[in-house]
Nanobody, 119 residues
């Protein structure tokens, strides 16, 4: 069974930092495409950052220069380092994985972790 478990969310003041973690299990982590998305109150799901299949990374314009995605395949974990946080970064953050098998590909999501940026 594929599982993605996020952690590291919380309440932080504007300008502060948080590091989100997402631990995956039940699939071949190293060959999956990992990403982070978020959903702010009353808004749709926004892709924040992720990996392309060649290992390169991408970021939404709204977080470029402030957020950094990384992964540790030995620990089956993907991270999102968030610096210079703004109130508009407040959202539930979801870890996503596109898992490949010999015959198919499928997307999975974690349960989410709340990030609140407020003074």
């Amino acid at each position: 069974e594929v599982q993605l478990v996020e952690s590291g969310g919380g309440l932080v003041r504007p300008g502060g930092s948080l590091r989100l973690s997402c631990a995956g299990s039940g699939f071949t982590f190293s060959s999956s495409i990992m990403s982070w998305s978020r959903q702010a109150p009353g808004k749709g799901l926004e892709r924040v950052s992720g990996f392309y299949r060649d290992g390169s990374t991408y970021y939404a314009d709204s977080v470029k220069g402030r957020f950094t995605i990384s992964r540790d395949n030995a620990k089956n974990t993907v991270y999102l380092q968030m610096n210079s946080l703004k109130p508009e970064d407040t959202a539930v953050y979801y870890c996503g994985s596109r898992v490949f098998t010999t015959t198919s590909e499928k997307d999975y999501w974690g349960q989410g972790t709340q990030v609140t940026v407020s003074s």
